[in-house]
C-alpha cells in the first residue's frame, strides 16, 4: 500500500510537514509518496526522510513535476523529534514558556520578498510544531503581521485557536498607523513584552 500527497504549489515547508504528519499517523510500515514541483522540496523531503530513518526515492516527470516515494519500514514515535542523520539528540527546551519574538515583516537580511516568503513559511511551521508557542510577541515591523491583509494571519488564527497568546507592540502599531487595523490578539505595552521575555524558557527569534 501506499499514500500519496499532491504539494504541488505548496510553498517551503509545507510538504515537509504534511509528509511528516502524514508518516507520524501511518498505523503501519508502507511507501509516501509526495508530488512537488521544485529540486528544493525534493532535497528537503530527502533529508526529512532521513530524520525518520527511511529511503527516499525520486523522479522527474517534468520541469515542474517531480515524484518522492519515501519508503517507511519502522514507525516513528508521534511526537519524536526529526533526527539529523548522525547527529547528537536535540536539546530540550527550557521549562517555562516557549515564547517567539518577531520584530519585522520579513525573516532574515538580504532581499524583502524573500524574507517576506521565509517569515510566512516560518508562521505556518510554528503552527504545526508538536509544541506550540506559547506567546507570540510582535513588535516594529512585526506589527504589521497581526494586522489586517497580513499574509499570515490564516496561520496566526490558527495558532490562537489552539491556545497560543498573540500580543502586538501598541506603540509600533501607532507609530506605522496600524491602531484600528489589529486582526488577531491584543495590544500590549512594552514592560508586558518585557514580562514575557524575561518569564520566557526559550525565546526564538526568526
Known amino acids: ?29 508502507e ?3 509526495i508530488h512537488v514541483d521544485n529540486q528544493t522540496a525534493v532535497n ?20 515542474d513535476h517531480y515524484i518522492v516515494t519515501v519508503h517507511v ?8 523529534p526529526l533526527a539529523e542523520p548522525g547527529a547528537a539528540p536535540a536539546a530540550t527546551a527550557g521549562p517555562g514558556p516557549l515564547v517567539v519574538v518577531i520584530s ?12 517576506a516568503v521565509l517569515m510566512k513559511g516560518f508562521i505556518f511551521a510554528l503552527s504545526q510544531l508538536p509544541r506550540r508557542p506559547d506567546c507570540l510577541l510582535f513588535y516594529n ?12 494571519l ?9 491556545g497560543t497568546a498573540i500580543f502586538t507592540c501598541g506603540t509600533c502599531q501607532n507609530f506605522y498607523g496600524l491602531q484600528d487595523r489589529l486582526a488577531v490578539g491584543q495590544v500590549v505595552n512594552m514592560y508586558q513584552i518585557t514580562e514575557k521575555m524575561a518569564a520566557a524558557g526559550t525565546v526564538l527569534r526568526p
Not at 504539494?7 to 510500515?29: F, H, N, T, W, Y
Not at 528537503?44 to 520541469?63: D, I, V, W, Y
Not at 519500514?73 to 511526537?79: E, N, Q, S, Y
Open 1 to 29: 500500500m501506499a499514500q500519496t500527497l499532491e504539494c504541488r504549489g505548496d510553498a517551503c515547508p509545507k510538504p515537509v510537514v504534511l509528509a511528516s504528519r502524514l508518516i507520524r499517523g501511518l498505523q503501519e510500515p
Open 31 to 33: 511507501d509516501v509518496i
Open 44 to 63: 528537503n523531503l530527502t533529508a526529512m526522510a532521513a530524520g525518520f530513518q527511511a529511503e527516499a526515492k525520486s523522479q522527474t516527470l517534468a520541469p
Open 73 to 80: 519500514t519502522k514507525l516513528p514515535a508521534p511526537d519524536r
Open 104 to 115: 519585522s515583516r520579513t525573516m532574515g537580511q538580504g532581499n524583502d520578498e524573500l524574507g
Open 141 to 152: 515591523g512585526g506589527a504589521y503581521l497581526t494586522a489586517a491583509d497580513s499574509p499570515v
Open 154 to 162: 490564516e496561520d496566526l488564527n490558527k495558532l490562537a485557536e489552539a
